[in-house]
């Protein structure tokens, strides 16, 4: 409950989540309680929350996989240009898994070029990769990382720091599994970290 009440007080008016394992509806409820949704969607393994009345949220099912959740962002009075909004879990128990899951993603039509969905996109969530591990083309198709590298930019870790902040922790061992990603050039003067 402290991450919880720690995230409220930033008061923040979209929460992505992944690792959820929120499968029931009385969860998934008490849990939008919690963080004080107007709005929120859930999978097994992710969840995106408004706390803000004057957002809406669409959620667009594009694949069916519970790994993932794609949505359509907007502001009631226009504030701000739609956008689309991705959280995603990959599977932590083994490249190929990971492999498989990135690839099957790359190919949807979420990124299908003639859509535009990846112009104007924010993506999120538990990626079970690092960018800093020599072993990284194990994890997903060399088209998900020029996509990525050429398409988006990393709101956590910008490409000059040398040591990215650790979002994961196993015993006294620290990496970089999480990452944030929005669309460049469109979000790139908007889009600052804590």
Same mark, same amino acid.
């Given at each position: 409950?402290?991450?919880?009440?720690?995230? !409220?007080?930033?008061?923040?008016?979209?929460?992505?989540?992944?690792?959820?394992? #929120?499968?029931?509806?009385?969860?998934?409820? /008490?849990?939008?309680?919690? *963080?004080?949704?107007?709005?929120?969607?859930?999978?097994?393994?992710?969840?995106?929350?408004?706390?803000?009345?004057? #957002?809406?949220?669409?959620?667009?099912? =594009?694949?069916?996989?519970?790994?993932?959740?794609?949505?359509?962002?907007?502001?009631?009075?226009?504030? *701000?240009?739609? *956008?689309?909004?991705?959280?995603?879990?990959?599977?932590?128990?083994?490249?190929?898994?990971?492999?498989?899951?990135?690839? !099957?993603?790359?190919?949807?039509? =979420?990124?299908?070029?003639?859509?535009?969905?990846?112009?104007? @996109? #924010?993506?999120?969530?538990?990626?079970?990769?690092?960018?800093?591990?020599?072993?990284?083309?194990?994890?997903?198709?060399?088209?998900?990382?020029? @996509?990525?590298?050429?398409?988006?930019?990393?709101?956590?870790?910008?490409?000059?720091?040398?040591?990215?902040?650790?979002?994961?922790? /196993?015993?006294?061992?620290?990496?970089?599994?999480?990452? =944030? *990603?929005?669309?460049?050039?469109?979000?790139?003067?908007? #889009?600052?970290?804590?």
């Amino acid at each position: 409950m402290d991450l919880i009440r720690h995230i !409220k007080e930033q008061q923040p008016h979209i929460i992505t989540l992944q690792e959820t394992h #929120i499968s029931t509806p009385f969860n998934q409820e /008490r849990f939008g309680n919690y *963080f004080g949704a107007t709005q929120a969607f859930w999978t097994h393994s992710c969840g995106i929350i408004s706390t803000c009345s004057d #957002i809406c949220i669409t959620q667009l099912h =594009i694949l069916e996989d519970d790994r993932h959740l794609f949505t359509r962002v907007e502001h009631l009075q226009q504030a *701000f240009t739609p *956008f689309y909004l991705l959280t995603i879990y990959a599977p932590s128990a083994s490249p190929t898994l990971r492999h498989r899951f990135f690839t !099957k993603l790359y190919h949807s039509p =979420i990124f299908d070029p003639p859509l535009t969905y990846s112009q104007r @996109m #924010i993506i999120t969530g538990d990626f079970n990769y690092s960018y800093q591990r020599p072993d990284l083309h194990r994890n997903a198709p060399p088209e998900w990382f020029a @996509m990525l590298t050429n398409n988006f930019f990393q709101c956590i870790n910008n490409e000059s720091e040398t040591t990215p902040l650790p979002t994961f922790r /196993r015993g006294n061992s620290t990496s970089t599994i999480d990452y =944030i *990603f929005a669309s460049a050039p469109t979000f790139q003067n908007t #889009i600052t970290t804590q």
